[in-house]
């Protein structure tokens, strides 16, 4: 009987192991679980441990290599006050905070409240993250949402760039600045002031979020919304960002800056200005480059010259200015203008095909049915060429089909000068001196100086014109071998009243600086036909 009691304990006994056992073992999923929700403070280690109940209440000073773990990091300081109740503890002296191989926070004072997972440092505060480390006298470091926050004055090392700042944050998790109030941002290359700013340690760019200002090599740029890369020097910038270098000015909506190569591109309403050569460039998309001097101008592109008391406006599809021996003594440009070019100035007017001039020999040439007026004035030919003397025009060249046209008057009478080619010379902007050249022809309507009116109309053929004028009137006229014949104003033969090839363009004429955009060709049958030029023979060897 005793046996049987024995035996029947026996099994009850393994029965009850068996049905609690499996209860008791956990998977690790679950034992991970289990150590995360625990958030007491554990003291790992002190050499002294005592109360003074007097001196520091409830608390147990401890001293000589104190070490604290709580929830996957460890602390470390010289001496601490550890309220277990609270679950909270002061740490003094070479104060040392580990959390896992990427965070490192010391200081020479702490409070840290295990159960908020707060962390307070004070005094030679240090955070190192990554490559990354915070330096402060006061921060504040939440260990449950991964930041620290500063506010009596703080800098972050980032590589070779320092960013510093009177108030600020710092996530570990995203691994982003936010700074606030006097932020400098410092690299070899570059030198950023600001009162907000937010900056990304994994791609060190820098979001400028207000009034900002940047010294990046010989640029200076003015941005309130945009981004700057320390590593490979680039900005993007937006809302009306400007760039000035060397006298030139690039603004934009959008401006994207390399300061490597040296390269800007703006787009939307553009205004690049050079105020050393007073010009400008406007357009919907431009870009310069810094270091090279080429510039591109498009979309209602327009080029400005405000060098004279009147600004001369020109629009054309594309501009490009090309910069050569840049950085010398002997530095040049050419600026060409494609497609549809339309200039206005109050006291001069032109259309052509395409332009380019060139600083060297400061000589624009206009390409492609070239037209100028000059008040009453037009003047066309296969190409022009004017030559410039310091922003004043110094003497101009027709070549190939050279027609002078002048308006009298009465509007219904016009003189004409034809030859193959023109010169005109001029002084303080004023015309002195004009040639024809080479199979002249002349209509020419003399005035009766006693009542203006019209004597007649004198048509004149000579290989060589010369017109000397003064106070923008005619002082006098040589001719060389001139044949003519003066035909009263009653007998004037109907084919003598226009010279072959003449053409009278007003409905082509830019009428005032927003007319420049208005493309108007000229009428069907009217455009110059290219003339072939007559080769001297070549000599054949043998002969």
């Known amino acids: 009987m005793k046996r049987a009691v024995l ?10 192991a068996m049905a609690v056992t499996p209860a008791r073992k956990r998977t690790p999923r679950k034992r991970a679980k289990a150590v995360q929700q625990d958030k007491r403070v554990y003291l790992v280690h002190a050499d002294n441990l005592h109360y003074d109940q007097y001196r520091n209440g409830d608390a147990q000073v401890l001293n000589g290599h104190v070490h604290f773990r709580h929830v996957g990091a460890n602390l470390y300081c010289d001496s601490a ?12 002296g070479h104060v040392k905070m580990v959390q896992g191989d990427t965070l490192r926070l010391t200081s020479d004072y702490a409070y840290y409240d295990g159960n908020d997972q707060l962390a307070q440092a004070r005094r030679n505060v240090v ?3 990554r490559k990354t480390t915070l330096y402060t006298d006061s921060l504040d470091y939440d260990r449950m949402y991964s930041f620290g926050n500063f506010f009596e004055g703080g800098k972050l090392v980032d590589g070779k760039s320092t960013l510093t700042s009177d108030w600020g944050e710092y996530h570990t998790d995203s691994k982003i600045a936010m700074f606030y109030y006097d932020v ?18 994994r791609t060190s760019t820098a979001h400028i979020v207000g009034p900002s200002k940047i010294h990046s090599g010989s640029s200076d740029i003015y941005s309130e919304n945009g981004y700057y890369n320390t590593r490979t020097e680039q900005s993007e910038l937006f809302g009306r960002s400007i760039i000035k270098d060397q006298g030139r000015t690039l603004i934009g909506d959008s401006v994207y800056h390399n300061a490597k190569t040296g390269t800007n591109h703006a787009y939307r309403d553009v205004i690049f200005t050079d105020s050393v050569n007073k010009n400008m460039l406007t357009g919907d998309y431009c870009e310069y480059n810094d270091s090279t001097g080429y510039a591109m101008a498009t979309k209602r592109a327009v080029a400005v010259d405000f060098s ?15 910069t050569f021996n840049i950085n010398t003594d002997s530095v040049y440009r050419k600026i060409h203008a494609y497609n549809k070019v339309r200039a206005y100035r109050v006291d001069v007017q032109a259309v052509c095909d395409s332009l380019v001039y060139n600083t060297q020999d400061s000589c624009m040439t206009m390409y492609r049915d070239p037209i100028v007026w000059n008040d009453g004035q037009q003047l066309f030919g296969e190409k022009i060429c004017v030559y410039m003397n310091d922003s004043t025009i110094d003497w101009a060249h027709v070549i ?4 002078s046209v002048e308006q009298m008057s009465d509007s219904i009478h016009f003189n004409q000068v034809s030859s193959k080619e023109m010169k005109a010379f001029f002084v303080n902007g004023e015309m002195r001196e004009s040639q024809a050249i080479d199979n002249v022809k002349i209509v020419y309507y003399p005035i009766d100086d006693s009542d203006s009116t019209l004597i007649g109309l004198n048509y004149t053929e000579t290989p060589l014109l010369k017109m000397f ?11 060389e071998k001139p044949t003519g014949t003066l035909y009263p104003m009653t007998q004037i033969p109907p084919s003598m009243y226009f010279l072959p090839g003449y053409a009278w363009f007003d409905y082509i004429r830019p009428l005032s600086k927003d007319d420049i955009f208005n493309w108007r060709p000229k009428e069907g049958g009217t455009e110059l036909k290219e003339q072939k030029r007559r080769e001297a023979p070549k000599n054949k060897i043998g002969q």
Do not use: C, P
């Open 7 to 16: 035996f029947i304990l026996f099994i009850a006994v393994l029965v009850f």
């Open 81 to 92: 006050h550890f309220f277990e109740q609270s679950n909270s503890f002061e740490a003094f």
């Open 127 to 129: 955070l190192k993250h």
């Open 184 to 201: 400098r941002l410092k690299d070899n290359k570059m030198y950023l002031t600001t009162d907000s700013l937010y900056y990304d340690t």
């Open 308 to 322: 004279q008391k009147d600004s001369l406006f020109m629009h054309a599809d594309t501009f490009k200015i090309f």
């Open 400 to 403: 190939g089909q050279a027609f």
């Open 469 to 479: 004028m003064e106070k923008r009137k005619m002082k006098r006229i040589w001719m």
